[in-house]
């Protein structure tokens, strides 16, 4: 299995401010024969299922704002929220979807200093 | 719009086997090349895949379940179940039923979830 790892377990960052979120794979979620990398990152409101953001390390969903950015590739990923927002309250899981079993990080809360 | 709903018991026996069906609306559950998953979250925990469905009956599974796993597919029904058998107090957890593309050899995420259900393992 692929273990996906993530740091900070919590941050708290001021209204306006950068959030850096970082995840780790245990193994490459790099295909190299699209040279795609097979990493989503989801956001968790509480009551609330995960919310997918960004697939393929870096594309952002139809209607995410662009605050959201990732980036990254083989084994290291970051998420960015570049001017946090008081909605962006919120668990942020990465997950690898290279290979079954597919395995989430283990979330990192992010709040509002 | 795609819409994903879970139901089942909120409450099973230790020893049971739990039982849930996922309800898709808004779309085919044979269309296109999409599967259709099982995901759980403990209470206050992260997320675990549990296992997924394509319309044929073709099943992925997470090897930390798949002795005690069944995922099927109803297409006439336009909905999808999971059953987990032999629960103990660890299989308490928020169920999600999610969608997401792919096969084999190339995945995608998941893109569409239901709203989750709790399931209790309890006596």
């Known amino acids: 299995d692929i273990v996906m790892t993530q740091s900070p377990d919590s941050l708290a960052v001021s209204l306006g401010e950068r959030a850096t979120i970082n995840c780790k794979s245990s193994q490459t979620v790099l295909y190299s024969s699209n040279n795609k990398n097979y990493l989503a990152w989801y956001q968790q409101k509480p009551g609330q299922p995960p919310k997918l953001l960004i697939s393929?390390?870096?594309t952002r969903e139809s209607g995410v704002p662009d605050r959201f950015s990732g980036s990254g590739s083989g084994t290291d990923f970051t998420l960015t929220i570049s001017s946090l927002q008081a909605e962006d309250v919120a668990v942020y899981y990465c997950q690898q979807y290279y290979s079954t079993p597919f395995t989430f990080g283990p979330g990192t809360k992010v709040d509002i200093k | 719009q795609l819409q994903l709903q879970e139901s089942g018991p909120g409450l099973v026996k230790p020893s049971e086997t739990l039982s849930l069906t996922c309800s898709v609306s808004g779309d085919s559950i044979d269309s296109n090349n999409y599967y259709w998953g099982w995901i759980r979250q403990p209470p206050g925990k992260g997320l675990e895949w549990i296992g997924s469905?394509?319309?044929?009956?073709?099943?992925y599974s997470n090897p930390s379940l798949k002795s005690r796993v069944t995922i099927s597919v109803l297409t006439s029904e336009n909905h999808f179940s999971l059953r987990l058998s032999s629960v103990t107090a660890a299989d308490t957890a928020v169920y999600y039923c999610?969608?997401?593309?792919?096969?084999?050899?190339?995945?995608?995420?998941?893109?569409?979830w239901g709203q989750g259900t709790l399931v209790t393992v309890s006596s």
């Open positions: 469905v394509f319309h044929s009956g073709s099943t």
């Open positions: 393929w390390a870096s």
């Open positions: 999610a969608r997401h593309r792919g096969d084999s050899s190339d995945w995608l995420p998941f893109d569409y």
